[in-house]
């Protein structure tokens, strides 16, 4: 067991490495992290371009996580990392693995896929079709995947092996796309926003990141950290952080007032509301959040500071709203600005 002012200074430590890789986005690190330490996975959407595979593969660096093998779980081995390219003809087995046949024993033998490790970076994940996105989001909920009858833990406590995903999309929906449905999407814990730049001076000191060298600033990130620290946090956060019932009673008036039954007025902007598991999410997430600032109680300002990536992809914002915003947001802004309105409306009934 470690205590959670080591939660909070490996934490720091972590975000700081990010920060020498990645410029900007202060509230993507941080999802990241919660997410992590609170054991779920995270869905990394934007453009291409802004930095979502880097985010990730620095964190996997972070944690002197690589490409090879890395634990052995069972006689099974798990990599550190591994980054699968989400396209139409993937197949299930691409990512789970499968029964091979091995002519010389004349005997099936199991090939284990890329699902077999602590990181994986599942890319453009909506363009594979609704099949291999299931098998992904089945292995990511029940952490555990069964081939040819036979079932293996993708995790296990006493080896330090944690199971992490971090899928990317792009908002934009091309042809030849699937959108991951409302369903699938709940079972990540964070869909983390990853706009552009915010400022000239950021986008500035992108390029200088990038001016006098040939290789990717990341491969220069030293380890912080072990894997099995990520596993050891996860249970001081879990049993260390309290969380107060005015939190629990915060929690739940925000996501019920997502809810057009129950509150009329959010019909503006939602069509469906948060269910139970997002509140579960939200607190969830809300003691990871508490523990990287170093408090073994939550409190509102935690729920507020994870609210939007947390809540974000568990609404389904009113279409009508989002094609009258859509002239002065583009597309996709559209829809992130109505959600943001929506989820600031249910806030301000929450905190009142
Ligand atoms: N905010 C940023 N800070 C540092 N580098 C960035 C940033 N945004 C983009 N880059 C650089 O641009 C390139 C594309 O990044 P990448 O992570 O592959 O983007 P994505 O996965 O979103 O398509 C990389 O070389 C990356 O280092
Ligand atoms: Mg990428």
Redesign the pocket.
Known sequence: MIELDEVREVGAALERGLSR?????AEAKRMLLVSLLAGGHVL?E??????????V?ALARLLGLTEGVHANVGGVPHRGFARVQFTPDLMPSDILGSLVFNPATRDFEVRFGPVFTYFLLA?EVNRAVPRTQSALLEAMQERQVTIGGRTYPLESGSAGKFFFVAA?QNPVEQEGTYPLPEAQLDRFLARIV?EY?ATIE?ER??YE??MKRLT???EDLEKVAEPGWVVLAREAVAAGVEVPEEVVAYAAKLVRATRPPVFPPIAEYFELGASPRAGIALIRAAKAHAALRGSSVVEEVDAKAVLFPVLNHRVVPNLEKVVEEEPSQGRFGARYKVIREGLALAERVASQ
Do not use: Q, S
């Not at 890789?21 to 986005?25: D, E, F, L, P, S």
């Not at 934007?46 to 985010?55: D, E, F, M, N, R």
């Open positions: 890789v990645v410029v900007g986005y990394l934007g453009v291409p371009g802004v930095a979502k595979t880097t985010l593969k890319d990317t990853v730049p950021e000191r992108i990141l990038h990717e600033p990341l």
